[in-house]
């Protein structure tokens, strides 16, 4: 794999990632998660996950609106279909050239900015865009019902290739193949790899070093010779692209945008899985985001009737107040346990997940060869 | 001919004249001291030449090219390369990263997005960067992360980031403070090295240790204004330096 410019390392790292991928729904079985609507989950996060490591794990700046960019992915991605066509590659690449050209103008306004001010700045203009898709935009965004597809929809591109009409609402579909269950996971699962090997090339090549450099001393960088300005200018994009993708791909398997998508809450969500898997190395943010997705799910599953069944064996009163003060943790609860889950990995694990397993691997190793030199403390990258 | 010319530069701080009508002239080729007591505006004066602070009046002229109002990164490009008083270097990368970034910023200009070469296969950069590693002595810990480096050290490696990019103009604001004895004679050694070599430098330094051995002119800088200039016997014995700056004591 010389061709594609990367060290056995880095190629090991790549071939597990794909293996990952490939055997997902048979790794995820035994845990209750093999079924397409989670993985898709996992790898369309994870695409935004690694979109967003690139600005902020790298550049070290904090956007706290990167959920507009998923949002307008999936308002591009559900207007390609309703105008041209149900095939999903024109509504990828719109959804990602859009996220970008967005992310262009916003990040030359925010860049102005560094630090919270930045962040606010960001955060400003994702409210605003949440705000104006439920008032000015409503043509475009059909407000709070959210943009569907119709049976009257024009699809040009279609009626041109003479696509039949179908009697019900038509599927998202590849040249024929339809995006749903397994196909749309392995399409996702695909993308989430593209994304994953261009993330790679990133961290490894120059360009990659100055963003980092930008992260550590940005006035350095600058008194000696590098524009810091377009450098995270182009991380920005390269984050909006990625969160556009990730827009589309929602639109992709559920064919259906609401502004809900850019809400606050969900441009920290982001900042949570990447943070929680570890900001600045190349897997934190997909492992980040599939344990947050996967345990939103079980949690989010749970009901008072569950609840009240698991708590079955104690008596009546003991079993209502346990089923209560668990059903405050999941449900609709999970959040908190999501909060507290944060918290802890914030004080004790600053590094995310990947300081945890860089951490326990030096354990082994310090047990074995005696203390470590203070070498470059390169983060675990092994899958 | 110069490579450098100050002409009548101000700089006021809300009440204070930090810089008072200051002229200045540096060969091409030599090294000039600058030396005054703390507060005199040394730092200051050089803070204008790399487009960290602007000058209220005045002119900047760097090989025919004014330097007023240029970007801090358009002023490292056309050859002017600083070390801090207090050392600026990038803390969390390598001792090898921190010259390799200014190393591609010569190679490669302001920005360039070069994204699909690897930075371990950048081979000629690497050993220009290892080169320079060796001559301040921090070849060893090449791998090591920045931040765990002694003061001298770091001192030491922004000197190499500056001197990897072969500047015309070398600005090192006292570049041997807080350093031992025996490093500051390594540091000398390496100066005077570098000087042989026909880089400009212009030094601010306190220790009279330091200037006499390297200098080739000196400016005096009191309270914002040049109240001295000549070659270092004439300055030792200067009267206005000794009262201004030297306290009288005799060099
Ligand atoms: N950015 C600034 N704002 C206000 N005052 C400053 C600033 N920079 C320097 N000064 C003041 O200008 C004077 C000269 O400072 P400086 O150039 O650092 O002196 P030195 O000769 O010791 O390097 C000092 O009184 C200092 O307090
Ligand atoms: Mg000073």
Same mark, same amino acid.
């Given at each position: ?14 071939? +597990? ?65 309703? /105008? ?69 929809? *024009? ?11 179908? *009697? ?44 980092? *450099? ?75 985001? *599939? ?61 995310? /997940? ?30 | ?91 969390? /990368? ?20 070069? &994204? ?63 350093? &031992? ?8 050694? /390496?100066?005077?090295?570098? &000087? ?27 309270? +914002? ?27």
């Amino acid at each position: 794999m010389n061709w594609l410019n990367i060290n056995k390392n880095d190629r090991n790292l790549l071939i +597990g990632f794909i293996v990952v991928v490939l055997l997902g729904p048979l790794i995820m079985e035994p845990i209750g998660g093999g079924y397409p609507d989670l993985l898709q989950k996992f790898a369309i996060f994870g695409i935004f996950a690694i979109g967003f490591n690139i600005l902020f794990g790298l550049t070290g700046y904090l956007s706290f609106g990167h959920a507009a960019f998923l949002g307008i992915g999936s308002y591009t991605a559900v207007w390609s279909f309703k /105008l041209l066509t149900m095939n999903v590659i024109p509504a990828i690449i719109l959804a990602t050239l859009l996220g970008g050209f967005f992310a262009l103008i916003i990040g030359f306004i925010a860049l102005r900015r560094s630090g919270i001010y930045f962040s606010i700045l960001t955060l400003a203009f994702a409210q605003m865009s949440y705000n104006l898709a439920y008032s000015v935009l409503t043509p475009i965004t059909n407000g709070e019902t959210g943009l569907q597809l119709r049976l009257h929809d *024009a699809r040009v591109v279609d009626g041109l290739f003479g696509v039949e009409r179908t *009697a019900g609402l038509p599927n998202t579909e590849l040249f024929g193949l339809a995006m749903s269950g397994w196909n749309g996971y392995y399409f996702c699962g695909f993308l989430a790899i593209v994304g994953f090997f261009i993330s790679l090339r990133i961290f490894r090549s120059p360009f990659g070093l100055m963003l980092r *450099a930008v992260k550590s001393n940005q006035h350095r960088l600058s008194y000696t010779g590098l524009n810091t300005r377009p450098y995270t200018l182009a991380a920005f994009v390269i984050s909006g692209m990625y969160a556009g993708l990730a827009g589309g791909l929602l639109a992709v398997t559920d064919p259906l945008a609401g502004a809900e998508r850019m809400q606050w809450t969900a441009s920290g969500e982001v900042v949570l899985m990447t943070i929680f898997g570890g900001a600045g190395t190349l897997l934190g943010p997909v492992i980040g985001s *599939a344990v947050i997705k996967y345990f939103e799910n079980i949690f989010s599953s749970f009901n008072e009737g569950i609840l009240l069944n698991a708590f079955s064996f104690l008596p009546e009163g003991l079993q209502q107040a346990f089923a209560w003060t668990v059903g405050l943790f999941v449900g609709e609860g999970w959040h908190l346990t999501l909060g507290l889950l944060f918290m802890f990995i914030v004080i004790f694990l600053p590094g995310g /997940l990947m300081e945890g397993a860089t951490r326990i691997k030096s354990l082994f190793q310090s047990s074995t060869k005696g203390s470590p030199p203070i070498q470059k403390d390169l983060p675990v990258e092994k899958s | 001919m110069p490579i450098l010319t100050v002409k009548n530069v101000n700089k006021r701080f809300g009440g204070l004249q930090a810089l008072d009508n200051v002229n200045l002239e540096i060969e091409a080729g030599t090294v000039h001291a600058i030396i005054g007591p703390n507060g005199a505006g040394k730092s200051t004066l050089l803070n204008c030449f790399i487009g960290k602070l602007i000058p209220d009046t005045g002119l900047v002229d760097f090989d025919g090219v004014s330097l007023l109002g240029k970007k801090p990164h358009e002023i490292n490009q056309v050859g002017v390369s600083r070390v801090f008083q207090t050392p600026e270097i990038f803390g969390d /990368l390598s001792l090898l990263e921190n010259v390799m970034i200014p190393s591609f910023a010569s190679r490669d200009g302001a920005f360039r997005v070069n &994204a699909w070469s690897s930075v371990e296969n950048e081979t000629s950069i690497k050993e220009q960067a290892m080169a320079l590693l060796e001559d301040v002595e921090l070849a060893d810990s090449a791998q090591v992360i920045a931040c765990q480096l002694s003061r001298g050290d770091k001192r030491r490696l922004e000197l190499a980031m500056c001197l990897v990019q072969q500047p015309k103009l070398l600005l090192l604001d006292e570049p041997t403070a807080g350093m &031992a004895r025996a490093d500051t004679n390594n540091t000398i050694d /390496l100066l005077k090295k570098i &000087a042989s070599k026909g880089i400009t430098m212009m030094i601010i330094e306190h220790d009279m240790h330091v200037v006499f051995s390297l200098a080739e002119k000196i400016s005096v800088l009191a309270q +914002g204004t040049v109240i001295a200039e000549g070659l270092p016997e004439e300055i030792k014995g200067h009267p206005k330096v000794q009262e201004a700056y030297l306290g009288g004591a005799h060099l």
